[in-house]
């Protein structure tokens, strides 16, 4: 039996809602690279999960096989052991898809908090309205 256990709330971890302050990007980036933390993890187990269970249907088949059943469930049983095999490594390539887009967002936030963070700081503290982004490119 799977610990998989299906989500409820479903949607993006960080909704796109046009708001581009310097604070909202950072709660964005920090909710996605934390949402691809915890699948890189689900995905891991999962894969274990599936390796495991390859392996056990493996053991199942030799066994059905040297109960001298019909070679019929033999194959049928090593066919369920081959694709969970292949799901699993399917499984491997996704977790290091996710994994390597987590790394990205977290080097993102890094770098969008080295660009801007100053600048939020002294707009944030001023006591006087700043001019909108580009208002000094005319």
Do not use: C
């Not at 709660?27 to 689900?42: N, S």
């Not at 096989?65 to 969970?84: I, K, M, P, Q, R």
């Not at 890094?110 to 963070?117: A, D, I, Q, V």
Request: charged fraction near 30%; hydrophobic fraction near 40%.
């Amino acid at each position: 039996m799977s610990d998989l256990v299906p989500r409820t709330g479903g949607g993006a971890p960080a909704p796109t809602d046009g708001d581009n302050r310097y604070k909202a990007v950072q709660a964005k980036l920090f909710k996605l690279a934390g949402a691809l933390d915890d699948a890189t993890l689900e995905l891991e187990s999962l894969r274990r999960s599936m390796q495991a269970n390859a392996t056990r249907t493996e053991g199942v088949a030799r066994d059905i096989g040297n109960a001298d059943l019909d070679a019929l469930f033999v194959e049928l049983t090593n066919n369920v052991s081959l694709a969970l095999g292949g799901a699993a490594i399917q499984v491997k390539r996704l977790r290091d898809t996710a994994q390597e887009t987590a790394d990205l967002t977290h080097e993102a936030k890094r770098t969008h908090s080295k660009l801007y963070g100053a600048l939020d700081d002294i707009r944030s503290n001023r006591g006087v309205k700043t001019p909108k982004a580009g208002f000094f490119n005319r």
